[in-house]
């Protein structure tokens, strides 16, 4: 039985395999922004609340391996569904049990490792931060990733192609400039940033660190701006409100088309 389990738990991480535009964009594009915008730059070793600045990259880049990999973990659960790929596993002996350990690894690898794999080349890499400081950024870097599974769970219900995972973590990109994720927004591009859905989170995951510092500026690269929590807390909140609930509309609007 568990030699069965782990057999198809390791089939379907080689199905990965198959999508390695996601895993790219999950795991090796953050960890290269983080060596050219953290580790490579002069002030990485600027000193931030018991931590550094590349410490403060690391973070956006982690929170954006997250949000990738979430994307294309729930993305991809709905287009296996859709595809048939459910209804064959329902005919073989597998449990469904076995099934779910297999489906949550796979989620597992796709969301948390990604994550993982910055913390840790930042922790070789120059990022300093006290050790409740790493511990506390990588859970809130996790749970605040969470919700945009939702983000890609509704790409797949209103585009339900092969290439809509692909599609929506791309999207990401985009989403993540415009939530001062990668680099310093200043002006009106911070002022709508403020209502994009990255930036709540965002500051979740560096408030440990940052306590609601942020570089306002990168031609002055400390010199900072600061926003209370709440501000936070209301945006991934709203945001994720957002998410679920079109999530719901289209869910029982495929219900009453069937």
């Known amino acids: ?55 403060y990259v690391m973070l956006g880049m982690a929170f954006y391996a997250g949000v990738v990999g979430a994307v294309g973990a729930a993305g991809s659960s709905v287009t296996d569904s859709r595809s048939g790929w459910g209804r064959q596993l329902a005919l073989t002996p597998l449990r469904p049990w076995q099934l779910a350990f297999a489906n949550t690894v796979s989620i597992a690898v796709r969301a948390v490792l990604p ?94 660190l940052a306590e609601g510092a942020q570089i306002a500026d990168s031609g002055v690269m400390f010199d900072l701006m600061f926003e209370p929590m709440w501000h936070a807390w209301v945006s991934i909140s709203v945001w994720t409100v957002i998410f679920v609930g079109f999530c719901l509309i289209m869910r029982q609007r495929d219900k009453n088309r069937s």
């Open 1 to 55: 039985m568990l030699s069965t389990t782990l057999r198809f738990t390791g089939h379907e991480l080689l199905r990965l395999r198959r999508d390695m535009t996601t895993i790219f964009f999950s795991v090796g594009l953050p960890i290269f922004l983080y060596l050219i915008f953290g580790a490579l730059q002069s002030y990485s070793d600027h000193e931030m609340n018991g931590g550094n600045v590349a410490a």
């Open 115 to 208: 994550i993982a794999a910055v913390f840790i080349v930042g922790a070789l890499v120059r990022a300093k931060m006290q050790p409740e400081q790493w511990v506390l950024t990588f859970i809130a870097c996790v749970l605040c990733s969470i919700p945009f599974g939702f983000y890609g769970l509704a790409w797949t219900l209103v585009v339900p192609k092969e290439n809509t995972v692909a599609i929506a973590t791309g999207s990401i990109v985009i989403l993540a400039f415009a939530s001062n994720v990668f680099m310093p927004l200043t002006g009106s591009l911070l002022d709508i940033g403020r209502f994009t859905p990255l930036y709540g989170a965002m500051m979740l995951v560096r408030w440990p």
